[in-house]
């Protein structure tokens, strides 16, 4: 890792006041290890076991254990996980709680404010995803299953309580269907078919607008 990335993303403290998540050991080399009760301070040991330095990272970001590096708090980073859930006070800054994160915005499902350093944009998720606050990106619906934003909630539609899996059509588009499965936790999917042509409720398929009566004229 270049030490100019390193700058980038914590400070390093004058004083020790944390504890490290477990002993330094002698290894021969310097190492970094998580701080036991908060998530964004870390600490460094040197070669010879002694604990050398304590570190903070950038408000927003978190010591992610694995890596070893400041990161946003999402998948394998999130304080929830360690059980570390102390954070430095924030710095609030325009429309971002911290000067690093992500946020939803207000009441919208496929909204979200993204902070860099203080410097906001605003991301819109496509292709009918919403943003998903565990993983901090955009996700199917039913992958999120965020309150006020799931799948059922969006389309007005759930899944059969005993159904293996299966698509049943959207009644207020043809060529839109849902897909009920075990890789859906059972959370309807919306899909769609090819331009052309609509989804075939009988044979669970993609098929000529003519062979479905109800859709027969959908193109017309």
Same mark, same amino acid.
């Given at each position: ?97 911290? $000067? ?33 606050? =565990? =993983? ?6 039913? &992958? ?6 799931? &799948? ?13 899996? &299966? ?7 043809? $060529?839109?269907?849902? =897909?009920? &499965?075990?890789? =859906? ?17 009988? $044979? ?17």
């Amino acid at each position: 890792m270049s030490a100019i990335y390193l700058v980038s993303l914590f400070s390093l403290l004058s004083t020790i006041t944390g504890e490290p998540a477990k002993p330094c050991r002698k290894t021969g080399e310097r190492y970094f290890l998580s701080d036991r009760q908060q998530c964004d301070r870390f600490h460094m040991c040197d070669e010879s076991g002694e604990l050398a330095a304590e570190f903070l990272c950038e408000d927003g970001l978190v010591f992610e254990t694995i890596s070893k590096q400041c990161s946003l708090p999402f998948g394998s980073a999130r304080c929830e996980l360690s059980g570390r859930l102390i954070l430095q006070e924030p710095q609030p800054i325009g429309n971002c709680i911290r $000067r690093n994160g992500k946020w939803a915005l207000g009441d919208t499902c496929n909204q979200y404010i993204d902070c860099s350093n203080g410097v906001e944009r605003l991301v819109t998720c496509q292709n009918h995803l919403v943003y998903d606050e =565990t =993983t901090g990106d955009c996700e199917h619906p039913d &992958a999120a299953n965020r309150e006020g934003c799931t &799948a059922e909630e969006l389309y007005g539609f759930s899944c059969p309580a005993v159904v293996g899996q &299966a698509r049943f059509g959207a009644e207020s588009d043809c $060529r839109a269907f849902f =897909t009920c &499965a075990v890789y =859906t936790n059972y959370h309807p999917r919306l899909g769609g078919c090819p331009v052309g042509t609509v989804y075939n409720d009988v $044979r669970e398929i993609c098929d000529d607008p003519e062979n479905v009566p109800r859709c027969r004229d959908y193109y017309n």
